[in-house]
């Protein structure tokens, strides 16, 4: 098993002129220690659930800009990105660029979006939910024919473009690994059957996380998928990662056990550096030997 780090706090001592130095050293302590995978939200406002949406919070894709220029082995990504900010023509070639400025690191993770407050405060649509899934099955559909040699059009329900040139390609081939994010049986988990390399789950409850990965191997048998391509990989508490890392080396054990791949945590003190060189300096050897 692997670990990432999951950014997810930018209220930080010293304010705004303190975000990209105490970012950029997180990362660096992040590549240092051994993590794997280095996320941070795709967002607007803050979540209510973390903080109040006047909280600070940085756009995604800009910051994975920034960080490609200071790490060098991570991979980089947004868990998740919703959908609904961007156009998938212009989201696919983001991450493109992601892709090459990073040397080959990027993570397309994508989500059917959930946040409505944010999308009427700022007034970008929000569809309904079943919409929201079709548009998001279709903006997987487009990015994978834009990371291939169809350059034509593409036709569907809610997308039409001309072309779907995108040059460019991105050094990772046939593209960036796409990741489909939630838990949802019956359309998000087919999705990931369909059309994924990746999934990310909640790491609550293992007996939870066996259930979904079960319906997740349906699935696969259903769509003709093999279900061991498919990388899996949890996100954990934030209090995981400030407590003791014998108890979470503990709690992870069981998720190992599945055949679960990498666990993502939250940093959740002032310090995040300082808190990823001590938690990641004495977790990533033990979990590497996990599984």
Known sequence: MRLGIHFANFTLP??????????????????????????????????????????????????????????????????????????????????????????????????????????????VPFPPLKERFERLEETVRIARQMWSDDDG?????????????????????????VLIAGSGERKTLKLVARYGDACNLFGFDPDDVARKLDVLKRHCD???????????TIIVPSWEANNDPDAFLSAMEPYAKLGIELAEVVPGSDDPAREVASFGGRVVPRLAEMG
Not at 34 to 44: A, E, I, P, T
Not at 153 to 177: K, V
Not at 223 to 231: L, Q
């Open 14 to 123: 010293g304010g705004s002129e303190a975000i990209a130095g105490t970012l950029s050293a997180t990362a660096a302590a992040a590549e240092e220690v051994g993590v794997s995978r280095f996320s941070l939200m795709d967002h607007w406002f803050q979540m209510e659930q973390l903080a109040t949406a006047q909280d600070p919070m940085l756009e995604g894709y800009t910051s994975l800009g920034y960080l490609a220029g200071k790490t060098s082995t991570m991979d980089l990504g947004l868990l998740a990105t919703g959908i609904t900010y961007r156009h998938p023509g212009l989201l696919a070639k983001i991450a493109t660029t992601l892709d090459v400025l990073s040397g080959g690191r990027a993570l397309f993770a994508v989500g059917a979006a959930w946040y409505e407050r944010e999308h009427k405060a700022l007034g």
């Open 153 to 177: 059009p593409f036709h569907g329900e809610h997308y039409q473009l001309a072309e779907t040139i995108c040059r460019p390609r991105p050094i990772q081939q046939p593209g960036p690994p």
């Open 222 to 232: 259903d769509e003709g998928t093999d279900y061991s391509r498919i990388e899996k």
